[in-house]
């Protein structure tokens, strides 16, 4: 299925000069959601996954919905100070700043084998500051799965540069 035209584009937001890839029209079409969430699923059938991570907030959405089709737990990483017990904590450079993002002490297990999910993968930020996080914590990111990339600021090539299993499901090339 072609997920493009499922994807509103929505210009100047938040600010002059972004396209802002907005997946919720994606979500509010059962048929395509549906599919999206069959070809996320797909690369992980048959593979050992004990838990999806999924980075908030369109990531819970995505990865709430992987998780249950491959019978996983799910693990929500936050953004700082939602979380409501003792966390582990992994700060991430901004285009201005700093931001971070938690997991609780508990979330993994060591040795436990984890996919990332997001809606976007962009420059992979806060998708590499969540690898370390869970990989701090002892678990091994055997994946990360996004619905959208934009292969121009390069996140998905970090991540494979990491030697992470990469899959994306639309690309927004230059623009």
């Not at 297990?109 to 984890?114: F, L, S, V």
Request: net charge neutral; aromatic share 8%.
């Amino acid at each position: 299925m072609d997920f493009k035209p499922y994807i509103r584009t929505i210009p100047d937001h938040p600010k002059k000069g972004i396209q802002f890839r907005d997946v919720t029209t994606l979500f509010g079409n059962p048929r395509a959601f549906r599919s999206a969430v069959d070809a996320l699923v797909q690369p992980y059938a048959g593979v050992k996954v004990d838990k999806i991570a999924g980075i908030e907030a369109r990531g819970f959405i995505l990865g709430g919905a992987v998780a249950h089709q491959l019978s996983t737990g799910f693990v929500p990483v936050r953004k700082k100070g939602k979380l409501p017990w003792k966390v582990l904590s992994e700060e991430y450079d901004l285009e201005y700043g700093k931001d971070s993002i938690e997991i609780h002490v508990d979330a993994v297990k060591p040795g436990e084998h984890i996919v990332v999910v997001d809606d976007l993968i962009a420059t992979g930020g806060t998708a590499f500051a969540a690898i370390k996080l869970l990989e701090r914590a002892g678990a091994k990111v055997v994946g990360c799965l996004f619905l959208v990339d934009l292969p121009d600021l390069g996140g998905a090539g970090k991540l494979r540069a990491l030697g992470k299993d990469v899959t994306t499901l639309v690309c927004f090339e230059g623009d």
